[in-house]
Nanobody
Framework: VQLQASGGGLVQAGGSLRLACAAS????????AGWFRQAPGKEREFVAA????????YYADSVKGRFTISRDNAKNTVNLQMNTLKPEDTAVYYC????????????????????WGQGTLVTVSS
């Protein structure tokens, strides 16, 4: 499985960005997906997750109400719409895939994921 994240860039505070994670390879049976981020000098943290069938989503408290995760199974992509961005959202954003069809509780955890994308940089200026 290969994951390609895209959509990062530089945006002013209050602006929006839409990240996309395109999956290829052994994903026909469906996969749970998550977005994590890592700011300079900090550990990678959970942002949002969606189950393999799209029935459930979960968000970190810091992004709840501002970010929306969704999936387009026809295109085999998972998107992260980020609105009302803040300088503290600045980080490299990584998408990840879980082939085990775990429930939403486990999709918050880094260790659940089997594959990771290369990351895309989001910079929010104040």
């Amino acid at each position: 499985v290969q994951l390609q994240a895209s959509g990062g860039g530089l945006v002013q505070a209050g602006g929006s960005l839409r990240l996309a994670c395109a999956a290829s390879g052994r994903t026909r049976a469906g996969y749970g997906a998550g977005w994590f981020r890592q700011a300079p000098g900090k550990e990678r943290e959970f942002v949002a997750a969606i189950t393999w069938n799209g029935d459930s989503t979960y968000y970190a408290d810091s992004v709840k109400g501002r970010f929306t995760i969704s999936r387009d199974n026809a295109k085999n992509t998972v998107n992260l719409q980020m609105n009302t961005l803040k300088p503290e959202d600045t980080a490299v954003y990584y998408c990840a895939a879980d082939l085990g069809r775990q429930n939403i509780y486990y999709l918050r955890l880094r260790r659940t994921y089997d594959y990771w994308g290369q990351g895309t940089l989001v910079t929010v200026s104040s």
